[in-house]
């Protein structure tokens, strides 16, 4: 009897024993991944006759891996970058097992927010840390949150606090919620309409749009009627595609603005921002990618940055020690947002203001001043440790 | 009165002339506004406004020359610097190529000027004669700050995206990598030389360097009355000639902090304009003319009382000040 006792003891210890801490070698390797058809990357139309094709964050963590050297060359550290590609999410989880075999401990990973959640389930008990660069998806931050899943991006319910705050100081208080037909506008929406009863705002009517010319379906691709016959302070529309949303405003009913999807857009960056050292930044991103930095390319650079500070700072001699300095409330990271960035405990978030973007300014910044919190008014952004769904 | 006591006193005296020894200026106080593209020119006297004088774009550090009869101005999105005769107010040259110049220093004889260029992760040496590059040096990401030594043996750079401090020994370039808080910024050295102190914005600190072994000894924490930690921004450094009392501006918690040298205590904020940023002496150091960036006016601090006594409106993102006085 005793014996099963000491048995069970000891296998519970095993189970909560956490995996055996990785000394800290002064050659690291951080493995890429993303996924050779990420739909996101699909070439789209563009305005007028002109295409899309939007640029993988890559370049981003590569612009980070020589900063950090940079950095690190004090302490005899040395990063590289090791890219691969996945053909499906299964084979995701196979490149992670592969180089997680050869050593290889943390982890950037582009795909979209279902992909990341069964990566990130299928790897939670390996001794590996993603670092989340371009999933918006909230459950990654809730209900499916992993310990060893850092969320760089923001979230859906980030970007939709951002702007609820926004239109709060404005005092628009009333919003039309247009809703196009793909999972990621339903998404969006339902973090908007979150947001929206968060900080008191009335959605005064919410309509479902398509982007089609058939008289039949007028309710739904007539501008002129899914702005109608509502009072409204300002549009907001889901649109992922963006084909449809590109040409809405100044075609509404009434004379409102038109936020979300086009318009007023919240962002994690914008190449208009032009504080805290953010040009900098971006004219080194656009020197080495040809092209504006984006959102997806700060959260790649700044997982890498991140890493590089906490190996620097920590003085940790495994991962396990530099882990807990990375996800650790010392972390004091510069984004070129302004304030110093780390990541929430409850749900290994990013906490970081939000750009509320135009095509070709930054308007605001939230937090808006006078959207307080007990601790940091960052935590005004997103899902706060008391509402949060995430249990490690 | 013992003769040692004597000879100090003449010494002291010897000094006080140095420091003074220049004729007196124009009267005139220049503002850099960031991005009104123009000089605010006023009156050291009663602050009135005296001119306005239209700058290349983004005009950021200033610095006069030895004899106050040119006014340096690092112009950085026009990648040059303007030379403003102080004397009529006009752009009598300029130094053309520099990528994105912020701050500076000049050499003592005033010869050759320090430029950091932000978006090239160098340091550059002009020949102010011939304005060409003679010295180049590759330091860190975005460097801001640079300091010449007292001597002018060492040029000391801050590289804000690589959170080092780089120590340069001139001529041979050897340079030695400090590793400082986050975001270092500017920079101001003790009367001795033997403490550099940096300004760490993301860090909330100033971080304070022994020059003999370029090691982080100290680091000063502020926090003005009724602000968090991530509100504070620090940035200006000024340090008085006595090097008794340096004063710190704390860029988005809108104070400046006083703290003294040797104890390394902040004893004091003082409530200025918003987003503080350059912080200058007048010649006699009994006022303290602060760059308000964030409300297009200047707070003027009289030193001895600790109080700040007038604000000023300036042009559009005042970044520095300058004084001819």
New interface residues.
């Given amino acids: 009897m005793i014996e099963r006792i000491l048995l069970a003891v000891a296998l519970t210890l095993l189970a909560a024993a956490p995996a055996p801490a990785a000394p800290l070698g002064k050659d690291i390797t951080v493995g890429y991944l993303q996924l050779a058809n990420d739909p996101r990357y699909d070439e789209r139309p563009g305005p007028g006759e002109t295409s899309i094709t939007p640029g993988r964050p890559v370049a981003g963590a590569e612009m980070a891996v020589g900063?950090v050297n940079?950095?690190a060359?004090?302490s005899g550290h040395s990063f590289t970058l090791d890219k691969v590609e996945a053909d499906d999410e299964p084979g995701l989880e196979q490149q992670v097992s592969a180089l997680a075999g050869k050593g290889v401990h943390w982890f950037l990973v582009d795909a979209p927010s279902a992909a990341m959640a069964t990566l990130a389930k299928a790897v939670r008990e390996r001794d590996v840390l993603l670092f989340n660069i371009s999933a918006p998806g909230d459950d990654l931050r809730g209900a499916a949150c992993q310990k060893n899943l850092a969320n760089v991006i923001p979230s859906r319910a980030m970007l939709g606090d951002a702007l609820a705050q926004l239109l709060v100081a404005r005092k628009w208080h009333q919003v039309l919620v247009l809703q196009g037909p793909l999972d990621e506008d339903k998404a969006m929406t339902a973090a908007f309409e979150h947001s929206a009863k968060r900080f008191g705002l009335e959605i005064t009517a919410k309509r479902d749009f398509l982007l089609s010319n058939d008289p039949r379906e007028r309710e739904k691709d007539n501008v002129s009627l899914l702005t109608g016959d509502a009072s409204y302070d300002v549009v907001f529309v889901a649109d992922g595609e963006g084909e449809f949303s590109r040409a809405l405003p100044y075609r509404t009913i009434r004379p409102r603005p038109v936020i979300g999807a086009t318009g007023l857009v919240p962002t994690a960056w914008s190449w208009t921002w032009d504080r805290y050292?953010a040009p900098?930044?971006s004219?080194?991103f656009e020197h080495a990618a040809e092209r504006p930095m984006e959102a997806a390319d700060w959260a790649a650079w700044l997982a890498i940055r991140a890493l590089g500070?906490a190996v620097?700072r920590s003085g940790a001699s495994d991962t396990a020690g530099v882990d807990a300095y990375l996800l650790g409330p010392k972390l004091?990271?510069?984004g070129a947002k302004?304030?110093?960035l780390s990541f929430r405990s409850w749900d290994h978030q990013l906490r970081q203001p939000i750009l509320l973007a135009t095509a070709d300014a930054v308007v605001a910044e939230a937090p808006l001043p006078g959207f307080l919190h007990a601790t940091?008014?960052?935590d005004t952004l997103g899902y706060d440790q008391p509402e949060t769904q995430c249990h490690f | 009165m013992m003769r040692r006591d004597i000879a100090a006193l003449a010494f002291l005296a010897l000094l006080a002339l140095a420091g003074s020894a220049r004729a007196e200026g124009t009267g005139r106080i220049f503002v850099s506004n960031e991005k009104g593209d123009a000089l605010s020119v006023l009156s050291a006297k009663d602050y009135s406004p005296m001119a306005d004088v239209k700058m290349p774009h983004r005009p950021r550090g200033m610095m006069f020359s030895p004899d106050h009869k040119r006014l340096y101005v690092a112009c950085g999105g026009s990648n040059l610097i303007a030379v403003i005769d102080v004397a009529s107010l006009k752009i009598i040259d300029r130094i053309p190529k520099i990528p994105d110049p912020e701050t500076f220093d000049l050499d003592a004889s005033g010869t050759h000027l320090y430029v950091s260029n932000?978006?090239d992760a160098e340091l550059t040496v002009l020949d102010l004669a011939t304005k060409q590059v003679v010295g180049r040096y590759k330091v860190?990401?975005?460097p801001e700050g640079v300091l010449l030594n007292h001597d002018g043996s060492v040029v000391y750079v801050a590289s804000?995206?690589?959170?080092?401090v780089h120590a340069i020994a001139l001529p041979s370039g050897k340079r030695t990598?400090i590793?400082t808080g986050?975001?270092p910024r500017r920079f101001a050295l003790t009367p001795d030389g033997k403490q550099l102190w940096v300004s760490t914005e993301?860090?909330?600190q100033v971080d304070v360097i022994d020059t003999a072994t370029n090691r982080v000894t100290d680091k000063i924490d502020f926090l003005p009355p009724g602000m968090?930690k991530?509100?504070v921004?620090p940035v200006g450094l000024a340090m008085d000639r006595a090097g008794k009392t340096a004063y710190v501006t704390l860029g988005?918690a809108d104070n400046v902090a006083v703290v003294d040298v040797a104890s390394h205590k902040v004893e004091t904020y003082l409530l200025v304009g918003r987003r503080p940023w350059g912080i200058t002496f007048d010649r006699d150091q009994k006022r303290l003319f602060v760059a308000n960036g964030g409300s297009d006016d200047i707070s003027i601090i009289d030193v001895a009382e600790r109080k700040v006594i007038k604000s000023v409106p300036v042009g559009h993102y005042p970044y520095g000040v300058a004084i001819d006085d």
């Fill in positions: 900063e940079l950095e060359a004090a050292g900098q930044v004219h080194r500070e620097e004091s990271l510069d302004g304030p110093p940091n008014v960052l | 932000e978006d860190g990401l975005e804000e995206g690589s959170n080092l990598d590793p986050t975001r993301l860090a909330a968090r991530e509100d921004s988005r």
